[in-house]
């Protein structure tokens, strides 16, 4: 099984970028999709899950109206557009997959995780 991110990269604040993740190895039928972010210095944190179905979404306080998550489930592909970005959404994005809600994804350890991607937000 494998999770492979992409899209990550140096932006201007007030700047926009957009990450994928795909998914291989077996189906991702009832699992939720996330991306949890690690700066610098600080902790994992959970930014953003969707359900298989795409139609329940759960976001961190921190990117609410700023981040958006969508699914292909015809290319197991999970997207997180980003706008509006600030220095402080500087991280390493990981991409994870977990057989649970969206809820609850950043409460309980995923299934799998993706490696990360750099994205770096200059002031």
């Known amino acids: 099984v494998q999770l492979q991110a992409s899209g990550g990269g140096l932006v201007q604040a007030g700047g926009s970028l957009r990450l994928s993740c795909a998914g291989s190895g077996r189906t991702f039928r009832d699992y939720s999709m996330g991306w949890f972010r690690q700066a610098p210095g600080k902790e994992r944190e959970f930014v953003v899950a969707?359900?298989?179905?795409?139609?329940?979404?759960y976001y961190a306080d921190s990117v609410k109206g700023r981040f958006t998550i969508s699914s292909d489930n015809a290319k197991n592909t999970v997207y997180l557009r980003m706008n509006s970005l600030k220095p402080e959404d500087t991280a390493v994005y990981y991409c994870?997959?977990?057989?649970?809600?969206?809820?609850?994804?950043?409460?309980?350890?995923?299934?799998?995780w993706g490696q990360g991607t750099q994205v770096t937000v200059s002031s």
């Open positions: 969707v359900s298989w179905s795409g139609l329940t979404t």
């Open positions: 994870a997959a977990g057989r649970t809600t969206v809820q609850r994804m950043g409460n309980i350890p995923p299934d799998y």
